[in-house]
């Protein structure tokens, strides 16, 4: 869920405030968050709209709810590919991009006056979305992507969470996605962190502990326990 990784987000800084507060004041603090607040407080502009303007943010009945409008784009939106279900998103920015999206597809309706000027594409957003997603579905959308991008046009295949993980270049060189050893389960992946220092880097080595994996380094290397302690402990079922 996204808004778990918000919400661990919040709460890492909430940490570091309490313990600024803390070293400041000597008293530390209870930090109660919740992810469905956290989450909330991202969209605030689309709660401020639907307040104030009564506008939600999806446009009910929308064929395409992935529209600009602030500012206005044409066309600008997820489209469907080749294969099924399998989508791309397009975002003409401008009219150079609508120009360069015209000598890309080479599509005769390009040129139409209809789709002259932002204001007529705007108006007639529906047909034209219709004919984007008519060149689209005769390419996959790894194909359509590289095709707008080498026009300077933001467009981006919309991919499937195993598209993502292995088989990004950006996310590989990112190491978001780690390869650890797990002591039952050998190797598996993990969720790395979204964030890289220059001379503190993080490192993620091995697979989180099983029960009792590190008993021995905790009550015999931290607590200072001795080994017939610790067997005594085993035995007795307190460890």
Do not use: K
Request: with cysteine; glycine share 12%; charged share 25%.
């Amino acid at each position: 869920s996204y808004m778990d990784h918000t919400g661990a987000y919040y709460m890492a800084i909430a940490i570091l405030m309490a313990l600024r507060h803390r070293n400041r004041t000597g008293e530390g603090q209870w930090v109660d968050l919740g992810c469905t607040e956290a989450g909330a407080s991202l969209t605030g502009p689309a709660m401020l709209d639907y307040t104030v303007n009564g506008r939600p943010l999806r446009r009910q009945g929308s064929p395409n709810s992935n529209r600009s409008q602030f500012p206005a784009m044409a066309p600008h939106g997820i489209y469907p590919s080749q294969e099924e279900d399998t989508w791309v998103a397009i975002s003409c920015r401008d009219e150079r991009d609508w120009e360069a999206f015209g000598e890309v597809t080479g599509e005769a309706w390009t040129q139409e006056g209809r789709f002259s000027d932002l204001r007529g594409r705007l108006v007639a957003e529906d047909a034209l979305d219709e004919l984007v997603a008519g060149w689209t579905r005769t390419r996959g959308n790894f194909e359509v992507a590289a095709l707008l991008q080498g026009a300077g046009i933001p467009a981006t295949a919309v991919q499937r969470p195993q598209e993502r993980i292995d088989q990004d270049p950006n996310t590989e060189a990112w190491g978001l996605w780690p390869t650890v050893q797990h002591r039952d389960m050998g190797d598996v992946r993990v969720d790395g962190l979204p964030v890289h220092f220059s001379e503190t880097d993080w490192r993620m080595e091995r697979g989180g502990p099983c029960l009792g994996e590190h008993n021995e380094e905790v009550f015999g290397g931290l607590l200072g326990l001795s080994a017939d302690e610790i067997a005594s402990l085993t035995e007795e079922g307190v460890l």
